[in-house]
C-alpha cells in the first residue's frame, strides 16, 4: 500500500533552519514527480517546491526561492525540504505529494503533513 510519511516539522524561531523529510513506499519512487505542499490556516493549499525524476529538475514559489531546496534519493526513495532563513509566514502544514501522469491517467498521492510553525 502507498505511504507517504513526512518528518522534521516543529517550532523554529524566525530565521531559523528546518530540514523535513518525506518517505515514501508502495509504488515506483524514481517514476514519480515529488512534491512539498503547504497550508496555512483559512488559505488555500499551495505548491512550495517539486522535483522531477529523471533529471531533477526543481521549482520552487517565488516566495521560498534563494531560502528552500527541494532533493531526492531516489535509492532511499525520499524526499527533503531543506528550509532556511525561516519567517512566520512560513507557518503552515506542509504536506508530500507525488504525481505521474501515464496514459492519461494520474496518480496522486499525500502524506499527512507535519506541522512547521516560525514563532519568537
Known amino acids: 500500500q502507498v505511504q507517504l510519511v513526512e518528518s522534521g516539522g516543529g517550532l523554529v524561531q524566525p530565521g531559523g533552519s528546518l530540514r523535513l523529510s518525506c518517505a515514501a513506499s508502495?509504488?515506483?519512487?524514481?517514476?514519480?514527480?515529488m512534491s512539498w505542499y503547504r497550508q496555512a490556516p483559512g488559505k488555500e493549499r499551495e505548491l512550495v517546491a517539486s522535483?522531477?525524476?529523471?533529471?531533477?529538475?526543481?521549482n520552487y514559489v517565488d516566495s521560498v526561492k534563494g531560502r528552500f531546496t527541494i532533493s531526492r534519493d531516489n535509492a532511499e526513495t525520499t524526499v527533503y525540504l531543506q528550509m532556511n532563513s525561516l519567517k512566520p509566514d512560513d507557518t503552515a502544514v506542509y504536506y508530500c505529494?507525488?504525481?505521474?501522469?501515464?496514459?492519461?491517467?494520474?496518480?496522486?498521492?499525500w502524506g499527512q503533513g507535519t506541522q512547521v510553525t516560525v514563532s519568537s
Open positions: 505529494n507525488a504525481r505521474r501522469r501515464r496514459f492519461g491517467m494520474v496518480y496522486d498521492y
Open positions: 508502495g509504488f515506483t519512487f524514481s517514476n514519480y514527480g
Open positions: 522535483i522531477t525524476s529523471p533529471g531533477g529538475n526543481t
